[in-house]
């Protein structure tokens, strides 16, 4: 199961900076070598932003945290142009992620930019648990810092954050393998930015939930290690107000009406 209920979840942020994607704000993201922009993954105005940013930018790559590296080299670009066959190539409707179609209008609004896929196996992820984030990434761990334990503050902080996330029914005990887990998905996905700048010489864009676009925890940490020289701009999403982490924009938007996520923990008693 993939827990992107997490997102749902959110504190007080610092200032929302705009309710509407304006021409200022796309200018701040223009010349910029990666633009992370991020997501509650069910909120259907986040997808209509992130097509809106794709269409004004025109990437030559864009990575997907909603893909593995070998699901997106299943897509071609004729299956940009026909969402049942894209759907049906990346077995969608099995995959735990949202509706497709708030999703293939992002594809489709960069048509000809490269694909890349960022998400870790569900495999790896459990491998993780055991093993460690460090062992599971492989070579260059070290590099992108997975072999460094997190400042004790932060490791606390996300661990409580990842309690709160699974609804506090969960035992304490199993947070830290979910931080290392989200640790080892943050290094992968900023992994696959550097592989897409090498390819294509950028600029990328990256599709990804609000937690790994955060410019303190997420993939902006990670390529500031690997890649410093980068220029990288973070646009977080929030819903009424609310959102977790720092970015350097925050684009606010109504939530959706949904279920109470902490409903998929409860059994009748």
């Known amino acids: 199961m993939r827990f992107f209920h997490i997102l749902f979840l959110m504190v007080l942020a610092a ?9 200022d704000l796309l200018s ?4 910029v070598d990666v633009v992370i922009v991020g997501e509650v993954h069910d909120n259907p105005a986040h997808h209509l932003n992130q097509h809106e940013v794709l269409k004004a930018l025109q990437p030559k790559a864009v990575v997907w945290e909603m893909l593995t590296r ?41 048509p000809d930019a490269r694909i890349f896929g ?29 072999t460094k334990p997190l400042p004790e503050d932060e490791e606390k902080a996300r661990e409580a954050l990842q309690y709160a996330a699974h609804c ?8 830290q393998a979910m931080v290392d887990i989200q640790r080892l998905r943050d290094a992968v996905l900023a992994r696959e930015v550097v592989a897409a700048l090498a390819e294509t010489g950028g600029p990328v864009a990256v599709i990804t ?3 790994h676009a955060r410019r303190d925890w997420g993939i902006p940490v990670y390529l500031d290690r690997v890649q410093p020289d980068l220029t990288v701009f973070a646009l977080g999403q929030s819903e009424g107000g609310e959102i977790a982490g720092e970015y350097d924009a925050v684009l606010d938007s109504d939530p959706p009406a949904r279920e109470d996520p902490c409903n998929a923990f409860k059994t009748e008693g």
């Not at 026909?82 to 949202?98: Q, T």
């Not at 648990?129 to 992108?144: C, H, K, L, N």
């Open 118 to 146: 960022g998400e870790v196996p569900r495999e790896a992820a459990l491998a993780t648990i055991q093993s460690g984030p460090a062992t599971v990434f492989g070579a260059d761990a070290e590099r992108y810092g997975l």
């Open 168 to 175: 506090e029914a969960v035992p304490k005990d199993r947070m």
């Open 209 to 211: 939930g609000n937690g």
């Open 28 to 31: 701040q993201m223009r010349g």
């Open 70 to 110: 070998e699901e997106a080299g299943r897509i071609s670009s004729e299956m940009i142009h026909a969402p049942d066959r894209l759907k049906a190539a990346l077995d969608w409707s099995h995959s735990g992620w949202p509706a497709f179609s708030m999703y293939h209008q992002v594809f489709a609004a960069a």
């Open 15 to 23: 200032p929302v900076w705009a309710t509407d994607l304006t021409e």
